[in-house]
C-alpha cells in the first residue's frame, strides 16, 4: 500500500526533454494498463525526492484504488521496486526491458499465476501427502519471493521423494542450496548437474591416476616384494613366480653342476 509521504530513488531529470522508451507503450502498456504507464512516467520525469500520495492522486485523476492497483501493476512487472528506509518507503524507478527479456519475464510471471501454484500444490500432496497452510505458504514464497520456477521445486519434490524424508523442511533445504548456485529455471538446473558430473568425473579420473602413481612408487621401493603378472596368470598368488615355466638350459646346466645328485 502506498503511504503518505515517500521518497523517490532516483536522479533529478529535466523536463525540458523525456526520452520515453518504446517497450513502455510497445510492450508494457497493455499488460500494466494506461494509468500505470501514467504513474511510471510521472515517477520518471519527477525533479522531486520526496513525493506526496495526494499530489499523485490530483496530478493523475484517479481514486486511491486505482492508484493501489497501478503501482502493484508496476511492482509486478518490475518497473519500479520498492524497500524501506530510516526515512520511510523508497520508490526505484526501473528501466522497460527489452523485447527478448521482456518474454523472459513474462514467462516467469505465469508461473505465478493462481493456475500454475495449483497444478504444484496438486503434484506435492500426491507425491508427499495431504497439505496445509504451512507448506502451501512455503511453496508460494519460493515460487513468489524467491522467483524459482515451478517446474524446478516439483524437481526438488522428486528428489525428495527418493529419501525416506516427507517433510517441508527438507525440500526447502534442496530449494536453498539450488537458489544459491543460482538455479532459478531447468535450464539452470539442467547445466548444475552437467558441471557436477564433469567434475565427478574428473575427481574419478585424478584418484585413479593418483592411485596409480602410489602403486608404482611402492614397487619401486628397495627390497619391496614385486608380485607382478605373469603370463600364465598368477597374479596375487603367493609365490607366483615359483609357477613361471621351467627354463630347459636352466635345468641342464643345473644337471651338469650337480651330476651326483641327478645320477642313477
Not at 512516467?41 to 493501489?68: G, H, N, R, V, Y
Not at 520508490?91 to 497444478?119: D, G, N, T, Y
Not at 537458489?179 to 565427478?200: C, F, M, S, T, V
Amino acid at each position: 500500500m502506498l503511504e503518505a509521504k515517500f521518497r523517490l530513488a532516483t536522479k533529478r531529470r529535466s523536463r525540458d526533454l523525456l526520452l520515453v522508451p518504446k517497450e513502455l507503450i510497445t510492450l508494457y502498456q497493455k499488460k500494466v494498463g494506461g494509468l500505470a504507464v501514467a504513474l511510471w512516467l510521472t515517477l520518471f520525469a519527477s525533479e522531486m525526492q520526496e513525493l506526496d500520495k495526494e499530489q499523485l492522486l490530483q496530478e493523475l485523476a484517479c481514486t486511491p484504488e486505482q492508484l493501489e492497483k497501478a503501482l502493484e501493476n508496476l511492482l509486478r512487472y518490475e518497473l519500479i521496486s520498492s524497500k524501506l528506509s530510516p526515512e520511510g518507503p523508497v520508490l526505484e524507478v526501473k528501466e522497460p526491458l527489452p523485447f527478448q527479456e521482456f518474454e523472459k519475464l513474462e514467462a516467469r510471471l505465469a508461473q505465478q499465476s493462481p493456475e500454475a501454484l495449483q497444478v504444484l500444490f496438486d503434484f506435492y500432496q500426491k507425491q508427499i501427502g495431504l497439505m496445509g497452510p504451512v507448506q502451501e505458504e512455503k511453496l508460494r514464497y519460493w515460487v513468489l519471493e524467491q522467483g524459482m520456477d515451478i517446474e524446478v521445486i516439483v524437481a526438488a519434490i522428486a528428489e525428495m521423494v527418493k529419501t525416506p524424508s516427507r517433510r517441508i523442511e527438507y525440500l526447502e533445504g534442496i530449494l536453498r542450496n539450488w537458489y544459491n548456485e543460482g538455479i532459478r529455471n531447468l535450464d539452470d538446473l539442467a547445466a548444475h548437474r552437467k558441471r557436477w558430473q564433469e567434475e565427478k568425473s574428473k575427481r574419478s579420473k585424478k584418484k585413479s591416476e593418483d592411485s596409480k602413481k602410489s602403486q608404482g612408487f611402492m614397487k619401486r621401493l628397495p627390497g619391496q616384494v614385486q608380485t607382478a603378472a605373469t603370463s600364465d596368470g598368477y597374479e596375487g598368488v603367493a609365490n607366483a613366480s615359483a609357477y613361471k615355466p621351467v627354463d630347459p638350459e636352466a635345468v641342464k646346466r643345473w644337471k651338469e653342476m650337480f651330476k651326483d645328485d641327478y645320477s642313477s
